[in-house]
């Protein structure tokens, strides 16, 4: 059973500093990897995929790796903004194109000013 | 391409009562999820369409719960006789089959508290 662990559960940090959100995942047979934000009581806003053959994936201040044969992945976010305060999801795909998202359990991000 | 909507937002019920939460999908999508969210937890599969077709189903979805896409368009989960550990966050989301990546676009999610 493929399992997803995130670390850390929360963070805090100034404005202003890069940070690295942590991402592990049980099973390597990973279809691709999505990192999502959450604002309180909302929805999700996907932020990057990474598919399985792929290392990196980048989206202005964000940066994602994916290093599927030691089951983990990293959420870089540089020069980090009180508007980027949400909790950051990573899930991943296994079993094919139609198969169902495996969620870990979040981190809380704070960014103070 | 209006997004994913769910209706309603938010839902309070008095345990026992059966409740209904609708999902429209994005209009082209052919493939329709439903993710049930517990607080400080990520989302869990609930199920899955394909079209009207319902392919999968977690074993979380006692026989109390219930998902239809009738017209492979819109879809219900439907819960009865609920319990106050049905209390969560519904989350709907919807993809395409087409192409290779399945990027799943969630909606806003219905809220169910159960009293």
């Known amino acids: 059973k493929q399992e997803v662990t995130q670390i850390p559960a929360a963070l805090s940090v100034p404005e202003g500093e890069n940070l690295v959100l942590n991402c592990s995942f049980t099973d390597s047979a990973i279809y691709n990897l999505q990192w999502f934000r959450q604002d309180p009581g909302k929805g999700l806003t996907s932020l990057l995929l990474?598919?399985?053959?792929?290392r990196e994936q980048t989206s202005g201040r964000l940066n994602a790796s994916l290093d599927k044969s030691s089951g983990r992945s990293t959420l870089y976010i540089a020069a980090s903004q009180p508007g980027d305060s949400a909790t950051y999801l990573c899930?991943?795909?296994?079993?094919?194109?139609?198969?169902?998202?495996?969620f870990g359990t979040g981190t809380r991000l704070q960014v103070t000013l | 391409d209006t997004g994913v909507s769910q209706d309603p937002r938010h839902k309070i019920t008095k345990r026992g009562q059966n409740v209904t939460f609708r999902c429209d999908p994005i209009?082209?999508?052919?493939?329709l999820y439903w993710y049930r969210q517990t607080l400080g937890q990520g989302p869990e599969f609930l199920t899955y369409?394909?079209?009207?077709?319902?392919?999968?189903k977690s074993r979380l979805l006692s026989d109390r719960f219930s998902a239809e896409r009738p017209k492979g368009s819109f879809s219900t989960l439907e819960i009865q006789r609920t319990e106050q550990g049905d209390s969560a966050m519904y989350l709907c989301?919807?993809?395409?089959?087409?192409?290779?990546?399945?990027?799943?676009?969630f909606g806003a999610g219905t809220r169910l508290s159960v009293l």
């Open positions: 990474i598919q399985s053959s792929q």
């Open positions: 369409f394909q079209n009207e077709a319902q392919l999968e």
């Open positions: 209009s082209e999508h052919n493939r």
């Open positions: 899930a991943v795909l296994v079993g094919g194109t139609a198969s169902k998202l495996t």
């Open positions: 989301a919807s993809s395409s089959s087409r192409g290779s990546k399945n990027i799943q676009y």
